[in-house]
């Protein structure tokens, strides 16, 4: 079992950049691939990032290439994202979430534990 919480969100304005953080419980994290997704209302849930479990390998959605970066530290049991040079449209609640597999990660049937979500606004 692996429990998730967030945070880092906020209110930033256009251009400025945030840091999130997901930290997990239990043992095993290391063994996890842990991905980020973003759901602005009215719309479905997306894919963001995700990092394999020793962390050298990342894949990003192309909304957040060159922008983004995840990362994670398997003794502190936390992934990060760094998000700089934000846009209005990067507004809505940021999930992490964790998966067993390096597949299908844009699939949100594919990750079995999920985060409660953190706020992320950008003004323009």
């Known amino acids: 079992q692996v429990q998730l919480v967030e945070s880092g969100g906020g209110l930033v304005q256009a251009g400025g950049s945030l840091r999130l953080s997901c930290a997990a419980s239990g043992q095993t994290f290391s063994t996890y691939v842990m991905g980020w997704f973003r759901q602005a209302p009215g719309k479905e849930r997306e894919f963001v990032a995700a990092?394999?479990?020793?962390?050298?390998?990342?894949k990003y959605a192309d909304s957040v290439k060159g922008r983004f970066t995840i990362s994670r530290d398997n003794a502190e049991k936390t992934v990060y994202l760094l998000m700089n040079s934000l846009k209005p449209e990067d507004t809505a609640v940021y999930y992490c979430?964790?998966?067993?597999?390096?597949?299908?990660?844009?699939?949100?049937?594919?990750?079995?534990?999920w985060g409660q979500g953190t706020q992320v606004t950008v003004s323009s």
């Open positions: 990092i394999r479990w020793s962390g050298v390998i990342t």
């Open positions: 979430a964790a998966t067993k597999v390096w597949v299908d990660l844009a699939q949100l049937g594919q990750y079995d534990y």
